[in-house]
């Protein structure tokens, strides 16, 4: 399986521990959880990532659409993480027709222990944690107002905040398992499509046989 590696917050090349320092390093960010990105998609890719957080102290999720939307395939996988803090985030990438318009769209779910700063970069936010844009989203549309787009995750309805993003892409966030959920949809409008019944399964919990792939996202395997 080919995998590239990169900062997770910055897309950039990342150093690997040697005697002088014992984590993953980027000359932007210093030290950090490095991102790894399979660059083919399948079945048998996605099950090798599986095992790779299996093998964590802390099993992460990995959060896809199922059923798929119509049109839609699975198109990507990346993990962030190393042999010595093990898995922590994970990250599904989806492609489809944009639900508007019905040109290509792309959604990016992402699940993040605190910290890590994939999810952020993505989403195209500062910072690695979105607690501070979630606080002042919620504060802007007051203790009455509800979420921007309600899913279900794992069983359970989930609602999604929208985070102010660049305008080439929406960018929602929650909470799931205790963890960071990000839903980040390029262009903007593809958003939409988590307006309608969208539900999240952890595939490390069961991958569907049916699960439809294709070819590689350009934003996961990207600079965005």
Same mark, same amino acid.
């Given at each position: 399986?080919?995998?590239?590696?990169?900062?997770?917050?910055?897309?950039?090349?990342?150093?690997?521990?040697?005697?002088?320092?014992?984590?993953?390093?980027?000359?932007?960010?210093?030290?950090?959880?490095?991102?790894?990105?399979?660059?083919?998609?399948?079945?048998?890719?996605?099950?090798?990532?599986?095992?790779?957080?299996?093998?964590?102290?802390?099993?992460?999720?990995?959060?896809?659409?199922?059923?798929?939307?119509?049109?839609?395939?699975?198109?990507?996988?990346?993990?962030?993480?190393?042999?010595?803090?093990?898995?922590? !985030?994970?990250?599904?990438?989806?492609?489809?027709?944009?639900?508007?318009?019905?040109?290509?769209?792309? +959604?990016?779910?992402?699940?993040?222990?605190?910290?890590?700063?994939?999810?952020?970069?993505?989403?195209?936010?500062?910072?690695?944690?979105?607690?501070?844009?979630?606080?002042?989203?919620?504060?802007?549309?007051?203790?009455?107002?509800?979420?921007? !787009?309600?899913?279900?995750?794992?069983?359970?309805?989930?609602?999604?905040?929208?985070?102010?993003?660049?305008?080439?892409?929406?960018?929602?966030?929650?909470?799931?398992?205790?963890?960071? +959920?990000? !839903?980040? !949809?390029?262009?903007?409008?593809?958003?939409?499509?988590?307006?309608?019944?969208?539900?999240?399964?952890?595939?490390?919990?069961?991958?569907?046989?049916?699960?439809?792939?294709?070819?590689?996202?350009?934003?996961?395997?990207?600079?965005?």
């Amino acid at each position: 399986m080919g995998v590239t590696v990169s900062c997770p917050r910055c897309a950039d090349q990342v150093r690997k521990p040697d005697l002088m320092h014992s984590n993953w390093r980027c000359d932007n960010c210093g030290d950090v959880q490095p991102f790894h990105v399979a660059e083919h998609i399948s079945a048998e890719i996605v099950g090798s990532v599986l095992r790779e957080s299996a093998s964590a102290r802390e099993r992460m999720p990995l959060w896809g659409p199922w059923p798929l939307p119509s049109g839609w395939t699975v198109t990507g996988v990346g993990w962030a993480g190393d042999d010595r803090s093990g898995v922590r !985030a994970t990250a599904l990438a989806c492609s489809g027709p944009e639900p508007l318009g019905g040109g290509p769209a792309d +959604l990016l779910f992402i699940a993040e222990q605190p910290g890590v700063g994939l999810g952020n970069r993505f989403a195209g936010i500062p910072g690695t944690d979105p607690g501070h844009l979630l606080s002042g989203t919620l504060a802007d549309h007051g203790p009455c107002a509800g979420p921007h !787009a309600k899913i279900k995750v794992g069983g359970h309805p989930t609602p999604l905040w929208c985070v102010e993003s660049p305008e080439d892409r929406s960018a929602y966030v929650s909470e799931a398992k205790g963890i960071w +959920l990000y !839903a980040v !949809a390029w262009p903007a409008s593809a958003g939409y499509l988590l307006a309608e019944h969208v539900v999240l399964d952890d595939l490390s919990e069961g991958v569907p046989p049916e699960l439809v792939f294709g070819a590689p996202s350009p934003y996961l395997h990207g600079r965005v």
